[in-house]
T-cell receptor
Framework: AQRVTQPEKLLSVFKGAPVELKCNYS??????LFWYVQYSRQRLQLLLR??SRESIKGFTADLNKGETSFHLKKPFAQEEDSAMYYC?????????FGQGTELSVKP | SQTIHQWPATLVQPVGSPLSLECTVE??????LYWYRQAAGRGLQLLFY??????ISSEVPQNLSASRPQDRQFILSSKKLLLSDSGFYLC?????????????FGPGTRLTVL
């Protein structure tokens, strides 16, 4: 069955430290993966998708088919990065979400 | 530009009462529409999705139902609420007007069943 797993419920780092939010998936095909972010009191919004291979707000994510992973990384975390992050897999137009990881960046 | 609205923002209902949550999309035609429930520590669970008027697919058996009476209107309903229906409900749309494969979310409705 298709599944998205985010093993960490909470990740706490200090400002300026590198951050990596883990995402693993299971999918029998060519996956289309996304990262969504929800800042406090804001809507859930798209952060980036693997197809575009772009960097958004300093975040990047590389699809590793061998490890079936799509980890989200940023070399220097900022306090404004504190939010809930969800990894998602596109399954025929429907998104399968992971459980989410709360990122807390401390000053 | 496209916008998505949900109301009410918050709702407190007694067990056994009916429910109607509404979602509307502006600025696009024939969107795919989705209802999710967001629970702490459990991510987002897809409840229903619709590819057109009157076309509803249910993802999980539950006490809820959905309807799409108009192209850009999606309604989540229940005849009798249960305590377990409490949660945060999100509506989303996707389609040609957006980024391929991506979904765009509304502000959500916080439902508390007492």
């Amino acid at each position: 069955a298709q599944r998205v797993t985010q093993p960490e419920k909470l990740l706490s780092v200090f400002k300026g430290a590198p951050v990596e939010l883990k995402c693993n998936y299971s999918y029998s095909g060519s996956p289309e993966l996304f990262w969504y972010v929800q800042y406090s009191r804001q809507r859930l919004q798209l952060l980036l998708r693997h197809i575009s291979r772009e960097s958004i707000k300093g975040f990047t994510a590389d699809l590793n088919k061998g490890e079936t992973s799509f980890h989200l990384k940023k070399p220097f975390a900022q306090e404004e990065d504190s939010a809930m992050y969800y990894c998602a897999l596109n399954q025929g137009g429907k998104l399968i979400f992971g459980q989410g990881t709360e990122l807390s960046v401390k000053p | 530009s496209q916008t998505i609205h949900q109301w009410p923002a918050t709702l407190v209902q007694p067990v056994g009462s009916p429910l109607s949550l509404e979602c509307t999309v502006e600025g696009t035609s024939n969107p795919n529409l989705y209802w999710y429930r967001q629970a702490a520590g459990r991510g987002l669970q897809l409840l229903f999705y619709s590819v057109g008027i009157g076309q509803i697919s249910s993802e999980v058996p539950q006490n809820l139902s959905a309807s799409r009476p108009q192209d850009r209107q999606f309604i989540l309903s229940s005849k009798k609420l249960l305590l377990s229906d409490s949660g945060f409900y999100l509506c989303a749309w996707s389609g040609l007007a957006g980024v391929q494969g991506s979904q765009y979310f509304g502000p959500g409705t916080r439902l508390t069943v007492l």
